[in-house]
Nanobody, 128 residues
Framework: QVQLVESGGGLVQAGGSLRLSCVASKLTFSGYVMGWFRQAPGKEREFVAAITWRRGTTYYADSVKGRFTISRDNAKNTVYLQMNSLKPEDTAVYYC?????????????????????WGQGTQVTVSS
């Protein structure tokens, strides 16, 4: 069974940085799209960033563009989310997601239902 395990969350002051990691097991990592989503209390799960396998193409939500960077290390079966200039509104549980790399439309990358596999989440709290 595919496993995605996130780590790196925590409490940080506004303006600070965190790096999230997601280690994947029991899947051929290099054939998968990897994504990050987040969910704040009382809100729907929302897209943060995604990265394809074939070309390493990246996608970002407008709210994080220029502050967050997604990257992947296929040799380590790991995807990262570097988060800089954090804001209180970034506070949420962050989830890693995976799906076989397919010729998606842009909207597929942004849609939680497009992804087959999910991690358990890691809490990120940004204090003001």
């Amino acid at each position: 069974q595919v496993q995605l395990v996130e780590s790196g969350g925590g409490l940080v002051q506004a303006g600070g940085s965190l790096r999230l990691s997601c280690v994947a097991s029991k899947l051929t990592f290099s054939g998968y799209v990897m994504g990050w989503f987040r969910q704040a209390p009382g809100k729907e799960r929302e897209f943060v960033a995604a990265i394809t396998w074939r070309r390493g193409t990246t996608y970002y939500a407008d709210s994080v563009k220029g502050r967050f960077t997604i990257s992947r290390d296929n040799a380590k079966n790991t995807v990262y989310l570097q988060m800089n200039s954090l804001k209180p509104e970034d506070t949420a549980v962050y989830y890693c997601a995976a799906n076989p790399d397919r010729p998606w439309t842009r909207s597929n990358y942004y849609t939680p239902g497009s992804y087959d596999y999910w991690g358990q989440g890691t809490q990120v709290t940004v204090s003001s």
